[in-house]
């Protein structure tokens, strides 16, 4: 009997050791969800890119993903360095866009701030403007040359983004599951539809053309009543176009003049400013292509794409240690957003690796 009782007891003690260990090999999620313990993750959280460069410095996270000049402001400093930039992982993404309220039906005045934006960007990509463009950036983002000359490397700016790449992009969100409303909710038929309509090249493909012909042509200009909303990001250098068409003349050149019949209005990010242009705040836009496609579908929030502004131009940066990105397992990185085009690359550059994010 002694024998017996021994045996269940070691028998007892062998299963509560075993449970311990699975247990502990286990991660408990945010959700209270168990975690597999086979799984690599990478812990995502949510901030601002201007708090992005604080908490690195003070260690609370090991690396973020945004936009320059942020990136190149953090390497700069010393706080981190580059793990990959955008070409690295999906190499022409679109990135920030123009876009107008699809309410907002005047023709002349979106032809003068199409005019002007691709003066802007024509002016920023000619190298006889080189310095000058520095100039520019290092006034726009209040960062230092040497800054600014690293960001503006990462960085092409474009007249109009490419349509196969924005469905890229959408496939992404349809396979993320980042997706509420499907495209033909929202009145289209298909995906091809509603990037025809959301892509609405006519007033470049006018601008465009005419300055092709004649690159001293303008466009009518915009009366002086007539009242402008334009919103942008503050220091993003993506949107360097907008602050080259002001410093240039081209707004004024048009007929928009700054603080009489045009009215900038600075947001912390792209969702911002699709919800100014849901609560009508504004008229037209700089913001990313990104949050532009998201909330379109989602919000069903009317918008349309009248230029590009540029592509690529973001990055992961982390502490110095880490070299790869299959040491980001069990690390925490800061992203702008889910579903932003910082945080698509950040996915697509994890699961290549066989990681998997979660947000905290």
Request: charge should be negative; glycine fraction near 8%.
């Amino acid at each position: 009997m002694k024998k017996v009782l021994t045996s269940i007891l070691i028998l007892l003690v062998a299963i509560v050791v075993f449970a311990g260990c699975s247990a502990g090999d286990s991660k408990e999620g945010k959700t209270g969800e168990q975690e597999p313990a086979q799984e690599k993750l990478v812990y995502l959280t949510q901030t601002a890119p201007p708090a992005m460069l604080e908490q690195l410095k003070a260690g609370e996270i090991d690396g973020f993903i945004a936009w320059e000049p942020f990136n190149s402001t953090a390497v700069n400093d010393g706080d981190g360095k580059y793990l990959f930039t955008s070409q690295d992982v999906w190499d022409d993404h679109p990135c920030c866009v123009l876009a107008i309220n699809e309410n907002f039906k005047d023709e002349t005045t979106t032809e003068a701030l199409v005019w002007a934006h691709i003066k802007a960007i024509r002016f920023i990509n000619d190298a006889d403007n080189s310095e000058k463009v520095l100039q520019y950036a290092a006034d726009f983002t209040g960062k230092g040359e040497e800054v600014v000359k690293k960001s503006l490397e990462n960085i092409t700016y474009v007249e109009y983004p490419a349509k196969d790449k924005f469905e890229d992009y959408y496939n992404s969100l349809v396979e993320g599951q980042l997706l509420k409303n499907s495209v033909e909710s929202i009145g289209y038929t298909d995906s091809n539809g509603f990037f025809d309509a959301f892509l609405n090249k006519s007033v470049y493909e006018k601008v465009s053309g005419e300055l092709n012909k004649d690159a001293g042509w303008k466009p009518a200009s915009v009366p002086a009543e007539t009242k402008v909303r334009l919103g942008y990001l503050a220091a993003d250098l993506h949107q360097l176009a907008m602050f080259v068409a002001d410093k240039e003349g081209y707004y004024s050149q048009v007929g928009l003049v700054n603080g009489e019949n045009l009215e900038n209005k600075v947001f912390p990010n792209g969702v911002a400013v699709m919800e100014a242009f849901k609560a009508k705040d504004v008229d037209v836009a700089y913001l990313g292509g990104a949050p532009a496609t998201l909330k379109r579908i989602n919000d069903n929030i009317p918008i349309e794409i009248v230029a590009g502004a540029n592509n690529e131009g973001s990055g992961l940066v982390v502490k110095n240690e880490i070299n790869t990105v299959a040491e980001l397992t069990g690390k925490t990185i800061a992203v702008p957003g889910v579903g932003t085009v910082q945080y698509t690359l950040l996915d697509k550059a994890l699961r290549a690796e066989g990681l998997r994010p979660v947000i905290k």
